[in-house]
C-alpha cells in the first residue's frame, strides 16, 4: 500500500507508522495544498475470513483511528477536511470502511 500512494509524494507528504494523538496511524498522507484532504489509512489483515469478519476488521480500523485520535497530527496543522480509511485485508478480498 505504501508503494502505491508513495506516487502521490507531488501532492502530499506521505507518512507512515509514526505516533499520532494515542497511537500510531499505518499510513498517513498529508497535504501539500490545503486544497486537498488530508487522508489516514488503517490497515487490518487476517487469513481466511468470510465477507461478514472481513466488514467487520475494516470497521474496526475505522474505530481506531477516531478512538486513538490518529487525525491530531494533521488538525495541529490545520487540515480540517480528512478522510479515514479502514481498509481490512483476506487473501485476494479487501473491505474498505470511510469516513
Do not use: C, H, W
Not at 489483515?45 to 480500523?61: M, Q, R, V
Not at 487525525?71 to 480540517?80: F, K, L, P, Q
Amino acid at each position: 500500500m505504501l508503494g502505491l500512494v508513495a506516487l502521490m509524494d507531488d501532492r502530499y507528504k506521505i507518512r507512515s507508522n509514526r505516533e499520532s494523538g494515542d497511537g500510531r496511524y499505518d499510513i498517513s498522507l498529508i497535504p501539500r495544498d490545503l486544497k486537498y484532504p488530508g487522508i489516514i489509512m488503517e490497515l487490518k489483515s487476517d487469513k481466511d475470513l468470510d465477507e461478514k469478519k472481513l466488514e467487520a476488521l475494516s470497521k474496526e480500523a475505522l474505530k481506531q483511528i477516531d478512538d486513538k485520535g490518529y487525525d491530531a497530527e494533521m488538525r495541529e496543522e490545520g487540515i480540517e477536511v480528512i478522510l479515514k480509511l479502514g481498509v481490512a485485508f483476506s487473501g485476494k478480498k479487501v473491505k474498505i470502511q470511510t469516513a
